[in-house]
């Protein structure tokens, strides 16, 4: 039932390694998002995913990549994880590029 | 400085008090205006948006954009411990990917 689910919950990993965060939407909607939130709770856009037309964040390290295999499917892959990376990453959808975001309950990566 | 700002907390208040929760922000662009909830642990959710200036009403939440003074607030009446949560405001333009600006939150706990 759950509208954006995203897998796994809590992953703790060393540095160094590769890791990938999953996520899947059910409400048919045709964007989504990855976003990054720290300790100080700062949500920052990451990437944006739109009818195969993909909006990269310039800031965000090419160690990151986002894959859409289709549109209920973005998938984060990082790797070389660095202590940095420790957060928790948000995916979301909307219906196109949108003010209303349905996110799911995020993915805690702690980097050892 | 960040493009949204928002004084972090914690804001604590007894049950029934009107709470007022609010942002300032630095772009002229933005043109819509967003409230989140986070509950600990959870991903955020849609309180409520306004376009441009004005207020918005929805129950106990009233929402308040002054382009002039780039100033947004969101008012909580008689409020609840329920509503216990960091409040994030967002923001957007129509350039820029579309997407979302966050501030940093502003957690709350309502006592009971």
């Known amino acids: ?112 | 400085q960040k493009e949204v700002e928002q004084d972090p907390g914690p804001l604590s208040v007894p049950e029934g008090a009107i709470v007022s929760l609010n942002c300032t922000y630095s772009n002229s662009a933005f043109q819509y205006f967003m409230w989140y909830r986070q509950y600990s642990r959870k991903g955020p959710e849609l309180l409520m948006y306004t376009y441009s200036s004005g207020n918005k009403e929805d129950g106990r939440f009233t929402a308040q954009v002054d382009k002039s003074s780039k100033y947004i607030s969101l008012f909580i009446r008689d409020s609840q411990p329920s509503d216990s949560a960091t409040y994030l405001c967002a923001m957007r333009n129509n350039n820029a990917g579309n997407m979302l600006t966050f501030g940093g939150g502003t957690r709350l706990m309502v006592k009971p």
Not at chain 1, 19 to 38: F, R
Not at chain 1, 102 to 108: E, H, L, M, V
Request: net charge positive.
């Open chain 1, 1 to 112: 039932d759950t509208a954006v689910s995203q897998t796994p919950k809590y992953l703790v990993t060393q540095m160094g390694n590769d890791k990938s965060i999953k996520c899947e939407q059910n409400l048919g909607h045709d964007t989504m998002y990855w976003y990054k939130q720290d300790s100080k709770k700062f949500l920052k856009i990451m990437f944006s995913y739109n009818n195969k037309e993909l909006i990269i964040n310039e800031t965000v390290p090419n160690r990151f990549s986002p894959k859409s295999p289709d549109k209920a499917h973005l998938n984060l892959h990082i790797n070389s994880l660095e202590l940095g990376d420790s957060a928790v990453y948000f995916c979301a959808s909307s219906h196109r590029p949108s003010n209303v975001l349905t996110f799911g309950a995020g993915s805690r990566l702690t980097v050892l």
